[in-house]
């Protein structure tokens, strides 16, 4: 009898919490899959199967050459399939490869439709643009947002080295020719 009642006394504990709900109100510890991740160099990045320096005159008065380059790796990708670089005085000049000139055509195409809607002011104009000495499609826009600021932007969409790629350069200033962006991007764009 001593037996049974020490292990009635010993289990109680347990058939006790057996018999209580689970609380749904927990949650779950997050899981995190690993499909991408971003990386950033500021010595040198690859564009057009070339190796760029990146300019790093960071302690200067003038930042315009304080430049990064940052790109985003997919697990299902074997290369990059997206890059950027970016200068402290906010120019950048930003690129996507896709699979399909259709693909690279339609984000080229759709893309000031898209901004032309949401602004105040709109003007796309057709320009001669060269990438890595290369002939590209290319639209210089200029718009006003609705807040008033005032965008100066270049996209073009080129094959390269069988790749298609949109590319979109952003700039502070409306620029009126390439001799006045910084040399970083003089060596890859010419217009």
Not at 26 to 38: H, M
Not at 127 to 151: E, P, R
Request: charged share 20%; with cysteine; proline share 3%.
């Amino acid at each position: 009898m001593k037996h049974f009642s020490y292990c009635l006394v010993a289990l109680f504990p347990a058939l006790s919490f057996a018999q209580q709900k689970n609380d749904t109100n927990l949650i779950e510890e997050p899981r995190y899959d690993t499909t991408s991740i971003e990386i950033q160099s500021t010595n040198s990045f690859y564009f057009c199967s070339r190796l760029y320096k990146i300019p790093r005159d960071c302690d200067k008065e003038d930042q315009s050459n304080c430049c990064s380059f940052s790109s985003q790796v997919f697990l299902s990708y074997k290369s990059l399939s997206t890059g950027q670089l970016g200068c402290d005085n906010g120019t950048s000049l930003s690129w996507t490869y896709f699979e399909t000139e259709d693909q690279a055509k339609n984000s080229f195409d759709g893309y000031p439709a898209q901004i032309k809607k949401q602004m105040k002011e709109f003007k796309q104009e057709k320009i001669k643009l060269f990438i890595c000495d290369q002939q590209a499609i290319a639209y210089k826009l200029n718009y006003t947002t609705i807040q008033g600021y005032k965008v100066h932007e270049i996209i073009a969409y080129i094959n390269m080295n069988g790749q298609y790629v949109f590319v979109h350069l952003h700039s502070q200033k409306d620029l009126k020719s390439s001799t006045e962006m910084q040399p970083i991007f003089q060596q890859i764009l010419k217009f």
